[in-house]
């Protein structure tokens, strides 16, 4: 079965604090991407990150860089220096680069970031 | 470049009617998925159109279809609505096959309620 699993349904962390958001993953392929989504209230899922799955270097995008282990199934969020507009549902999720490229997400992962 | 626009922002229905939601796809995108995000979940992936082909479906019930327009815009209509079709509504885009660097981008979703 082809499920991601976030482990943390509630996290939450002191303004400029860093947090990490916990992910695993489980698939029988090889190639794929992994994706970090963000979903504030206004319901818009906001890409925040990607890696593709035969990359050993972890992606960054600014404050945000992933810990990507690939036999452990394993693919985490760490936010740094985290602000007052982090506060959201963060999403992880898998594409299959074969057929019907369908993201598979996990059930989240609310933030709250406390002032 | 105008963004993912989906119509309407909030839906109230009754079981056993029928539902038809609107997705227009970013300038550019000939490639439309829907998702289905129950409350407190993720979403789940209910079909693709590519070039007014449905090009790859999870798994719902027929009653769940769809169409691609000349334009690349897309309608999702569920048919004999049930209470447990409550949910946001997600339509995502992209240019062709997701791949790393075109990763899709989605709409603010539709609302749709079941009384």
């Known amino acids: 079965a082809q499920t991601v699993t976030q482990s943390q349904p509630e996290m939450s962390v002191q303004e400029a604090e860093t947090v990490t958001l916990s992910c695993t993953y489980d698939t029988s392929e090889s190639d794929y991407y992994l994706f970090w989504y963000k979903q504030p209230p206004s319901r818009q899922m906001i890409l925040v990150i990607r890696q593709e799955a035969y990359k050993q270097q972890n992606a960054t995008e600014n404050r945000f860089s992933v810990n990507f282990q690939k036999a452990a199934k394993s693919f985490s969020l760490k936010i740094s220096d985290s602000q007052l507009g982090d506060a959201a549902m963060y999403f992880c999720?898998?594409?299959?680069?074969?057929?019907?490229?369908?993201?598979?997400f996990g059930q989240g992962t609310r933030l709250t970031i406390n002032p | 470049e105008t963004g993912v626009t989906q119509s309407p922002t909030h839906l109230i229905k009754t079981r056993g009617q029928q539902v038809t939601l609107r997705c227009s796809s970013q300038?550019?995108?000939?490639?439309v998925s829907w998702y289905q995000q129950a409350l407190g979940q993720g979403p789940q992936f209910i079909f693709q159109?590519?070039?007014?082909?449905?090009?790859g479906r999870g798994n719902f019930p027929p009653r769940f279809s769809g169409l691609q327009f000349p334009n690349y815009s897309s309608e999702l209509n569920v048919n004999a609505l049930e209470l447990d079709d409550s949910a946001l509504y997600l339509c995502?885009?992209?240019?062709?096959?997701?791949?790393?660097?075109?990763?899709?981008?989605f709409g603010d979703g539709t609302r749709l309620s079941i009384l």
């Open positions: 159109y590519y070039r007014e082909e449905e090009n």
């Open positions: 300038s550019g995108h000939n490639t």
């Open positions: 995502a885009s992209s240019h062709g096959p997701v791949r790393y660097d075109q990763p899709q981008h």
């Open positions: 999720a898998y594409l299959l680069i074969q057929g019907a490229q369908k993201l598979v």
